[in-house]
């Protein structure tokens, strides 16, 4: 038995998730993840044996509502886009001077983002 696809596309409008990431947009960023989606956070808190596990856009709107809410910069840099997957690098700055740099590979479907991961780190003050 054949398994049904979509024809439609099912990549992700990245012009808009670029310009609500770095104007700090956290309902922009928000409309662009499904309602089921799960993000997975790692960094040195949140080691690759227990990463931060956020599921649904309830949880995830806690955490893009606090990170538009800092007082930093966003630049994202290196997109990499597929139909069903995008990958890209987010350069933060913090007014002190303290960078921190994010990776981050999502899949997604109907142009929405259903599953994340991102690693991140930060320099040590």
Known sequence: ???ARSTQ???IDFAALKRAVEERDAEAQLALYAEDAEVRLVDRVNTPRS???LNG????RDWIEDLCARDMTHAVQT???GMDAV???EACRYPDGTNVLC???AEVSDGRIVRQVAI???DET
């Open 120 to 122: 991140q780190a930060w």
């Open 1 to 3: 038995m054949a398994i």
């Open 9 to 11: 596309p099912t990549q």
């Open 79 to 81: 997109p990499v886009l």
């Open 103 to 105: 990776a981050t590979v």
């Open 57 to 60: 856009r309830e949880e995830i």
């Open 87 to 89: 990958a890209f690098t």
């Open 51 to 53: 990463p931060r596990v």
